[in-house]
């Protein structure tokens, strides 16, 4: 999963794989099958380990807008910094990657944007409930906007942007799906 996540699943090859796990190239072939069906399990796993429990923390988080906000921030922070800084996302960079036309890779890819939109749409309704949101704001296709807001993120952060700026773009999204008379009532 690192290497694909790291260097791309265009540029790692089987033998990186390989002196990478120790591995025979044969018991690779043998459990996996093939070079995309290891991508698409590497993309699987890191749906499940990485993506799923944010996605599920976000969809229970009742805050509403304050919750999409620290999403974004966790988000830029994780990608700008750390450990993973300027990898990207895994599944966002399969969205350009070969293989991305494998039945295998297409199902996790959209496994994981059903998710993400999932609960981007279960934080807009909180929300909403709050008060938080404009009149009239469509939550499914604003949930679906924060979607490629992330996505968007997650390539933006890979090629060095620097996080002042891309949370800039954040707020300035966050901030068309606001209610300014709630807003400025809340300050």
Not at 28 to 35: H, I, P, Q, R, S
Not at 138 to 166: C, I, M, P
């Amino acid at each position: 999963m690192s290497l694909f996540w790291e260097h791309g699943a265009d540029t790692t090859g089987v033998a990186d794989v390989v002196k990478a796990t120790g591995l025979s190239r044969s018991s690779l072939y043998a459990t996996f099958g093939g070079k995309g069906q290891l991508y698409a399990a590497a993309l699987r796993r890191y749906l499940e380990r990485q993506s799923r429990p944010v996605f599920d923390a976000l969809a229970a988080d009742e805050r509403g807008m304050p919750a999409i906000a620290g999403f974004f921030e966790r988000l830029v922070s994780a990608r700008c910094t750390g450990e993973h800084a300027r990898w990207g996302c895994l599944v966002t960079n399969a969205h350009a990657a070969a293989g991305r036309e494998l039945p295998e890779v297409q199902h996790v890819l959209a496994a994981h944007h059903r998710a993400l939109r999932s609960a981007m749409r279960a934080a807009l309704e909180a929300a909403r409930r709050h008060g938080h949101l404009r009149s009239g704001l469509d939550t499914e296709a604003s949930a679906e906007t924060l979607a490629l807001l992330a996505y968007a993120v997650n390539l933006r952060s890979r090629s060095g942007a620097e996080a002042a700026e891309l949370l800039a773009g954040v707020r300035a999204v966050l901030d068309g799906f606001t209610d300014v008379t709630t807003t400025e009532e809340n300050r």
